[in-house]
């Protein structure tokens, strides 16, 4: 179904592979776009619990395929309009998934790679692994990847790294926030995996519900209407039927309905 990816499933958990590893997995046309599909046919797969995103061979992702970039430079002001769109909504699309996600992070996660690594909910990189935020050394800007980086590193960190374009070490992303875990390269898929089993262990709505809570909540002041938002959102998962199974199977000592 997919010419530049491989999905892999394994129990409830699918890992999309970016599978161009004689480019290091830099990313055109097509890849984004089969990046949005496969995103979307997992999010609608409710056998799937959580989803992993990983590159083949030795990089995540060296960001934008230069093949891809040279055809850009050519393309007219509506060209170049419908082109960004559609990496902005695979991003986008990866971003607003239901359920968690996770980058599996090896060698390069320049540019694009680096917004790939920020849209998912949670990141894990190898100690080779390395950052970049280049689109200044080639003129352009980070444009579409903006919203997730500073989600992650804040305006400050960005205002540096948007403008100096320096690769950023795995135990610098660590510091910044743009991943949240770091190890020896052997140890990358046991660290992903022990995430994975943490996510398991929790009920998928009320992860959505989390995940939806703090895009509701996050920079909005504290004041009396977003203390009523935050008092209904948790009046309506209680009554959620996984909800009352999930309290009852913690006060009967048993595993709830979702394991």
């Known amino acids: 179904m997919y010419e ?43 056998s799937v619990r959580v989803v992993v995103l990983g590159g083949r061979g030795k990089h995540f992702s060296a960001g934008a395929d230069l093949n891809w970039m040279k055809r850009a430079s050519q393309f007219t002001h509506e060209q170049n309009v419908e082109d960004a769109r559609k990496f902005a909504g695979m991003l986008r699309t990866l971003a ?19 917004g790939l690594t920020a849209a998912c909910d949670m990141a894990v990189a190898s100690s080779d692994a390395v950052f970049s935020t280049s689109e200044v050394r080639f003129g352009i800007i980070p444009s579409a990847i903006s919203p997730y980086v500073l989600r992650a590193i804040g305006p400050r960190h960005a ?28 140890e990358l898929d046991a660290c992903v995996g022990q995430l994975v089993e943490a996510l398991l262990q929790g009920g998928p709505l009320a992860q959505k519900a989390a995940k939806d809570l703090i895009g ?11 203390s009523e938002e935050t008092a209904q959102r948790i009046a309506r998962q209680r ?21």
């Open 4 to 46: 530049t990816l491989e999905i892999e499933r394994a129990g409830k958990v699918a890992t999309i592979w970016m599978n161009r590893p004689a480019v290091f997995n830099a990313f055109d046309e097509q890849l984004i776009a089969e990046l949005a599909a496969a995103c979307t046919e997992l999010d609608a797969d409710a």
């Open 96 to 114: 607003q998934m239901s359920k968690p996600t996770i980058a599996r992070v090896q060698g390069a996660a320049l540019g694009g790679g680096t």
């Open 159 to 186: 205002l540096r790294y948007f403008q100096s374009a320096e690769r950023i070490k795995a135990s610098r992303a660590l510091a910044i926030g743009l991943v949240g875990d770091v190890v020896e390269p052997d």
């Open 216 to 226: 509701a909540v996050n920079g909005q002041p504290i004041d009396a209407t977003i």
């Open 239 to 259: 009554a959620t039927d996984e909800a009352k199974d999930g309290i009852a199977a913690f006060l009967d000592k048993r595993p709830p309905a979702w394991l």
